[in-house]
């Protein structure tokens, strides 16, 4: 079993989002605990106004509310819900929660039975119960006894990790209308936006892509843009977005753009440990071998749960990467982790690929304009690049490939560039103080 604890403002937000899932037909209130009826005999409106009734007693808490979902392994879909309930009551009674009116809710629209228990922690004479580190504390403590005690599947097991493994969004099950889309996009979210560490916004979708997902704002001068605002999409196996837009606003987590942002200082501070791991990984794969062709350096991180996100323009010409380590859940952009792992210098680093009307043969930007080159290369220019590009070329040569890797590629022409003008300019001075 795994317990998620959130702690809310709005008893209207975490009550509303279970109602909704009830009028979707995906979920059923299945009992009212500490209530004067049965959830059965109360409206809709009796169950919110009961837990409002109880949050009036202490005005002054700003974090009134408890949303706790508990997840079984998909082999317990056959619980009964007199076992769900069971199960529920010992959880909230070792929580300290045994006392507070709270609703249990089972939903039906995921892969693994799971129950989502609403309350408060507004007690009956106004005190508060106290949320700092109730997971370490209490949750924890009782999942295992509730584990033990029920002959539930164990969460640490290999057999739960792989469980709750989260999967890319099915394409085809988001094309019947927004509450599938939305509802698929809402189960990538909440195991992404608190989980991984990322710094802005294609970051973010570094991560999201894997899933089929992508956060969205629009062109420059589109409405969402200009108002800040943001939209999720669900993405097809090309990476096109399909179905329905959802906005931000309209998730129950509200993951809009602002809220995005307070957390990249955090995330920035965060990931710092986990620079060199990522560095290190890259440097391994191409130290020591002669030069793969990027996709097999990639492929070689991904069996180190590194996936490489390579962003190319229409021609195909590559500009941007992004790393996204899956071990320690943060994402870098490739500048960000130093110039030897940003697109320009991994394509150096790697064999050339050739796309239809490309040359992307690594050329130092100073270099360019040193030669004139143009973006179209007349059949003379291009062997005489060539020619100029023989010494990096090497590196495919047999020969030590240590030595050929550790070697700065191209600074030794761009630095000899460089001396041979100030050499020049001392020259001009000598003869003028010779006349």
């Known amino acids: 079993m795994v317990a998620v604890i959130k702690a809310g403002h709005s008893m209207h937000r975490i009550f509303n989002y279970n109602e909704n899932k009830v009028k979707e037909g995906v979920a059923e209130c299945i009992g009212a605990e500490n209530y004067p009826l049965d959830a059965g005999d109360m409206s809709v409106k009796m169950k919110l106004n009961f837990l ?31 076992k769900m309930m069971d199960i529920a009551k010992v959880y909230m009674e070792k929580l300290g929660f045994g006392k507070q009116p709270y609703l249990v809710y ?53 057999q739960k990790k792989e469980v709750f493994q989260l999967k890319p969004v099915d394409v085809r099950k988001v094309q019947y209308g927004r509450t599938d889309t939305r509802r698929a996009i809402t189960n990538v979210l909440d195991a992404v936006l608190e989980k991984y560490r990322y710094t802005s916004l294609p970051e973010l979708n570094a991560v999201l892509r894997q899933y089929n997902v ?29 179905g329905v837009p959802i906005k931000a606003s309209d998730i129950y987590s509200k993951p809009v753009l602002k809220s995005l942002e307070k957390k990249y200082a955090g995330n920035e501070t965060g990931r710092l440990p986990h620079k ?31 996936d490489t996100v390579l962003r190319r323009n229409e021609e195909g010409l590559l500009y941007g990467i992004t790393y996204v ?25 790697c064999l050339p690929q050739s796309f239809p009307g490309q040359d992307l043969r690594p050329l130092h930007p100073d270099r ?68």
């Open 106 to 158: 089972q939903h039906h629209d995921a892969g693994h039975p799971h129950l989502h228990l609403v309350t408060t922690n507004i007690q009956s004479d106004g005190s508060t119960i106290n949320l700092h580190h109730l997971g370490i504390r209490k949750s924890e403590p009782a999942r295992k006894e509730i584990e033990k005690m029920f002959g539930l599947v164990e969460a640490h097991s290999r």
């Open 214 to 242: 992508m956060a969205d704002r629009g062109n420059e001068n589109s409405r969402v843009f200009k108002s800040g605002g943001l939209v999720y999409r669900v993405l097809d196996e090309q990476g096109n977005p399909i």
């Open 368 to 435: 360019e304009r040193d030669t004139g080159l143009q973006p179209q290369h007349t059949a003379a220019e291009t062997n005489a690049s060539e020619k100029a590009l023989q010494p990096a070329a090497t590196i495919n040569a047999p020969g030590n490939a240590l030595e050929v890797l550790l070697q700065p590629e191209q600074a030794g022409d761009y630095v000899a560039a460089q001396l041979k003008r100030k050499r020049k300019k001392k020259k001009k001075k000598n003869l003028s103080n010779n006349q």
């Open 325 to 349: 380590d899956h071990r320690t859940h943060c994402v870098f952009n490739g500048s960000a982790l130093g110039k030897q792992y940003s697109a320009k210098a991994i394509q150096e680093r």
């Open 52 to 82: 409002l009734k109880r949050i009036e007693l202490n005005e002054n808490v700003r974090r009134n509310s408890v949303h706790i979902s508990l997840n079984f392994d998909t082999s317990e879909t056959g619980m009964s819900k007199e």
């Open 276 to 306: 060199a791991r990522v560095k290190n990984a890259v440097d391994m794969v191409l130290l020591g071998r002669k030069a793969l062709p990027i996709d097999k350096l990639v492929e070689a991180l991904k069996k180190q749960g590194i």
